[in-house]
């Protein structure tokens, strides 16, 4: 079973400090984003729980489509940071 | 309740387990240095890393605990998925890249990566044990309850068994066999939730108004330990009586009895519609020393059902508590925070190429993550309306959800759960048996260790760990798994995660800072978990009203209080001590 022999350490790569810098930029910007959607969920819990039980659409409440929405947007942005990231400069 | 062993289920665990080892053997013979022992030399893919750290984190809390928590109150165990997932986000936009360029071996290799401080990495070394130690916990009592009904053997039985196979595991190949073993778990646990979803969708929902299923049930447990059920001894021969599986829908939309097979949104749709019997407990203990559990049917809107408030743990925000609100904001921050602050995840950065390999194995760890927590509501929900829920163990509630499927489907659920419990254990094994040789024998005490020691003292440590680990499972049986879990979030998030950031995005960093901050974080949120009205109630064994009175901080979860301390300490000793310490990125530039 070539490539399972797992002694030896890999090589240290190669950094680029600018593709490190641009990359730590995209993946704060993100974070943000992701930061205030999850803020918000957590702050309606919390102080307007009443609000969860609101039925906007196809006859689900509010918690359980802002919690999938939370799963599924984390899924996305993670797809996304991964397209910016491998753009070349 | 009592429950059956049957030969299948017997046979596919032994096939499971017996699996296992022989990778592990395997991989033994390949694995001879540091490199390989800690780290699988840094050549795992980055495909299998992905699945890997699904392996790794999605624990017996994740899998046993939620669901039971879902299964028993509801909407609450769900905030548990939604914030466990939100931790990624962290770990991939903020930790993941740096981490990987930092590091070595360990979590303290990247915060000492600039200061060579021997403070740093004691500091962190510890933190590595403590957090470890904490998340071992309620991987070993998830076992325990899982070998009760699999195998008949008692809870300590199960500890031991688990405690001795991650051994075996973790000291034969280190970090190359956990992570095979945690890839074949977290494939396997997402294909058979999503298999048991399917399930759950296509038997839809059916009303039970039996007057049995509605009737309460009482038991009693002598000061002797023997026990009676609604007045007979327990048991199941003759003139003896057992608790009543329970779990399902009074009312479904309409009027109908039962919908036939169901799409997701309209299986949540007509459950938020229906009326579910939930259960509430009472216990009372008499002069004599007996203890009466008594469980009443509460019939229940399905829509009070799917909103946050139900569970024990969150109830008080629905009734305008300011210290209940601050207890769920603390969660959510600690389970936000924690993720990219458990060293057992951050090594496995260590176990890629590179930072790219780092970037897509988060991505991929994201996917199977998600996915799997999206499955746990239609799960929970699932155990909830099965008719097979365990009053007495809601860490039962998934197994017992896949017999109401047959046997077949119970004993490979049962094995894919205990196969969870030996990868997150095997994992938790490796960072802290890693802590301990890296961080307090080779860095802190000096000891000069060549290649082949270190693996031999890591393979020692290993077997400590593990028999602390069989203890704590025993001495802790009784607690749910995902609410134990939340105090290893807040442990790890407080002494880890303001350290880590700080040193990534603010270049006065000291190393007095980052030490101060760790040991400020991990003291002041253990010490806060100790005196909270939780640990009070479930471990030192005080009633509610008890714990309430007697505990010394006003709500149970810390990560409120001590992550910003955390912060705060870094900042200020590092603006105390900066006259001490040139600016590591400064310096970084200079050589």
């Known amino acids: ?89 | 309740m009592i429950h059956n062993p049957s030969f299948l289920s017997v046979m596919i665990f032994g096939g499971f387990v017996a699996f296992t080892l022989a990778l592990s053997f395997y991989f033994a013979a390949k694995t001879k240095s540091a490199a390989g022992y800690f780290a699988a030399g840094g050549q795992i893919h980055w495909f299998v890393n992905g699945v890997a750290f699904a392996g790794d984190y999605l624990s017996a809390a994740s899998f046993l605990g939620i669901c039971g928590t879902i299964a028993f109150y509801g909407y609450d165990g769900f905030l548990y998925s939604v914030g466990f997932l939100a931790g990624w986000v962290v770990a991939l936009f903020v930790v993941a890249e740096p981490l990987k360029r930092l590091g070595k071996y360990t979590f303290a290799d990247a915060l000492n990566s600039q200061f060579q401080s021997r403070g740093i990495t004691l500091a962190a070394g510890i933190s590595t044990l403590v957090v470890s130690v904490f998340y071992l916990i309620p991987q070993m009592v998830g076992a325990g309850s899982l070998i009760k009904p699999l195998l008949g053997f008692p809870h300590e039985v199960g500890v031991v068994l688990v405690g001795v196979v991650v051994v075996l595991i973790v000291a034969t190949a280190g970090m190359v066999s956990t992570t095979y073993v945690q890839f074949i778990k977290g494939s396997l646990l997402v294909l058979f939730s999503g298999i048991l979803t399917v399930m759950i969708l296509n038997r839809g929902l059916t009303v039970d108004t039996t007057e049995l299923a509605n009737s309460p049930q009482t038991m009693v447990i002598k000061k002797d330990g023997t026990k009676f059920i609604n007045g007979i001894p327990q048991g199941q021969k003759e003139g003896q009586a057992d608790l009543r599986s329970v779990g399902h829908l009074s009312k479904l939309p309409g009027g109908k009895t039962e919908t036939g097979p169901l799409g997701p949104v309209a299986y949540l749709a007509a459950l938020q519609n229906s009326e579910v019997v939930l259960w509430s407990k009472k216990e009372t203990t008499s002069a004599e020393g007996d203890k009466t559990m008594t469980w009443t049917p509460q019939p229940t809107s399905g829509a009070q059902v799917l909103k946050p408030g139900n569970s024990p743990i969150f109830k008080g925000l629905q009734k305008d508590q300011l210290f209940a609100r601050l207890d769920f904001l603390s969660l959510m921050l600690a389970l936000f925070c924690g993720t990219a602050s458990l060293p057992h995840i951050l090594i496995r950065y260590y176990t890629v190429k590179d930072q790219t390999a780092a970037r897509l194995s988060t991505v991929v760890g994201i996917a199977t993550i998600g996915v799997f927590y999206v499955l746990t509501l239609f799960l929970g929900l699932g155990a909830m309306t099965s008719g097979r829920l365990d009053l007495t163990d809601s860490n039962m509630a998934a197994p017992l959800l896949a017999k109401s499927f047959g046997e077949t489907l119970f004993a490979i659920i049962s094995a894919i759960a205990f196969t969870t419990v030996l990868g997150t254990v095997s994992g938790l094994i490796v960072a802290a048996s890693g802590a301990v040789v890296h961080d307090l024998l080779t860095s802190v005490l000096r000891w000069d260790l060549n290649d082949h020691e270190k693996v031999r003292i890591g393979k020692i440590a290993s077997v400590v760990v593990g028999i602390f680990a069989i203890l704590l499972g025993i001495l802790f049986k009784d607690m749910n798994a995902g609410f134990l879990v939340g105090w290893a979030f807040s442990v790890a998030a407080s002494a880890n995660l303001p350290s880590l950031v700080m040193l990534l995005f603010w270049k006065r960093t000291t190393k007095q800072g980052i030490t101060a901050a760790i040991f400020v974080g991990l003291i002041s949120s253990m010490v806060w978990i100790l005196l909270s009205a939780d640990t009070f109630q479930k471990v030192y064994g005080y009633t509610a009203d008890q714990a309430a009175t007697l505990a010394k901080v006003p709500f149970s979860q810390p990560g409120l209080v001590t992550i910003p301390l955390g912060f705060l300490t870094l900042v200020l000793v590092s603006l105390i001590t900066t006259g001490t310490r040139t600016n590591p990125a400064s310096e970084q530039d200079t050589h």
């Open chain 1, 1 to 89: 079973m070539a490539g399972l022999d797992h002694g030896a350490n890999f090589p240290k790569e190669v950094e680029d400090p600018v593709l490190s810098a641009r990359n730590a930029r995209y993946g704060m910007i993100l974070f943000l984003i992701y930061l205030a959607i999850y803020g918000g969920f957590v702050g309606l819990n919390a102080f307007r729980p009443d609000l969860m039980e609101l039925t906007p659409a196809w006859g689900l409440n509010l918690a359980v489509i802002y919690g999938f929405a939370l799963i599924v947007i984390a899924m996305a942005l993670a797809l996304v940071y991964c397209w910016l990231c491998r753009a070349r400069r």
